[in-house]
């Protein structure tokens, strides 16, 4: 289950040009991301989605578009909408120019990348 701490252990760790999409057992997808400009965004998609659509929404999220199927969230209503629950799979998407695509079945297992590949040991 994620908890609080587990979210803002993650927000610490979002690059920039990054994407985060959690898919919850429920079938809601919520995401974070980190564009060029500005702060974080927090959304979340009252759906679960196909590898082809978790990639256009990546792609469309990292330019700054909006797509009409996403909802904003400020940052409560994010963790309000995430704590206490279990995650179905979690993505990261990394990088501008050399996109990654990393999944993850837990929250754990994202920490455990954010610890070995923390943007703060650079």
Do not use: C
């Not at 909006?66 to 995430?82: G, K, R, Y």
């Not at 629950?85 to 695509?101: C, F, S, V």
């Amino acid at each position: 289950m994620m908890s609080a701490s587990d979210v803002l252990h993650i927000l610490s760790e979002i690059h920039q040009y990054s994407v985060i999409l959690i898919e919850l057992k429920d079938a809601t997808t919520v995401g974070i991301s980190h564009p060029a400009e500005g702060g974080l965004n927090y959304f979340s998609i009252n759906r679960a989605l196909s590898t082809g659509e978790r990639i256009r929404l990546v792609n469309e999220v990292r330019i700054g578009k909006t797509p009409n199927s996403v909802d904003a969230l400020t940052m409560e209503q994010f963790l309000a909408a995430i704590e206490g629950r279990k995650p179905r799979h979690i993505w990261l998407e990394t990088g501008e120019t050399d996109q990654k695509e990393l999944g993850f079945m837990s929250i754990a297992e994202l920490k455990a990348h954010f610890r070995v590949h923390s943007k703060r040991q650079r």
